[in-house]
């Protein structure tokens, strides 16, 4: 049985080799990890997607750009490789039964946000339907009601383009009223997200699935309501 002590310092190691993008010793401790007995999920989730939060952290302080943001997506990756099939072995994904649409709405082409809360999302079990950057307003609705999903993300870096959240929410509340949506980016704050109709609003990726979550309670204690 592996030991509290030793399961931090584990956690430790895979956090710090994502955030120096060291994708060998990302390599190294995941398989230490499950030699030792550390539960996948909680290695992925407090060990590498925290170890990825920092370095968005640092990206947002300026101390990382693109290239050292991507090579720790890298690392992360090389990372779930080795943890992921214990994750869906053990059955702890099933636990989550969530499925989002993502994408960065038209007229703005910066995904580093948007694809961080991806890898999120994925770590954390749900299904996601990534439609990538500058997506045209009506593919949000069509890929909502293609893929029937609870929530919809969508994100905007740019003043400009975040004026289209509005009318993007709007085309998805006429068909499909049920479904949760929120945003996020630079750009938006709560205060926005109520004033455009979202039903959340995700501070960073690190925020977004707990806000998801909430949401998809919502819905499924307002569908339980009316039994």
């Known amino acids: 049985m592996v030991t509290e002590e030793r399961t931090k310092e584990i956690l430790k190691k895979l956090h710090e080799t994502v955030v120096q993008f060291e994708e060998e010793e990302v390599v190294k401790w995941a398989k230490i990890a499950l030699e030792e007995g550390v539960d996948p999920f909680v290695a992925t989730m407090d060990g590498l997607a925290e170890g990825m939060m ?62 961080l809360v991806k890898l999120m999302f994925e770590v954390a079990g749900w299904t996601v339907y990534d439609l990538g950057k500058d997506v045209p307003l009506d593919k949000f609705v069509e890929e909502q009601i293609r893929t029937e999903s609870n929530v919809v993300g969508i994100s905007a870096l740019m003043t400009t383009s975040m004026l289209n959240m509005p009318e993007v929410i709007k085309r998805l509340r006429a068909k499909n009223p ?50």
């Open 178 to 227: 049920k479904v949760r949506i929120m945003i996020g980016g630079a750009p938006v704050n709560p205060e926005v997200a109520e004033k455009y109709g979202a039903d959340g609003y995700a501070k960073d990726a690190g925020t977004a699935v707990d806000e998801a979550m909430k949401l998809l309670k919502m819905l499924k204690e307002e569908e339980l309501s009316k039994k």
């Open 54 to 115: 920092e370095a968005g952290e640092k990206f947002n302080q300026k101390e990382y750009f693109v290239p050292e943001l991507l090579m720790c997506a890298d690392a992360l990756n090389a990372g779930l490789d080795i943890l992921k099939p214990a994750i869906q072995a053990s059955g702890r994904k099933s636990e989550v039964k969530g499925s989002i649409v993502l994408g960065v709405v038209e007229g703005d082409v910066h995904d580093i946000g948007k694809n």
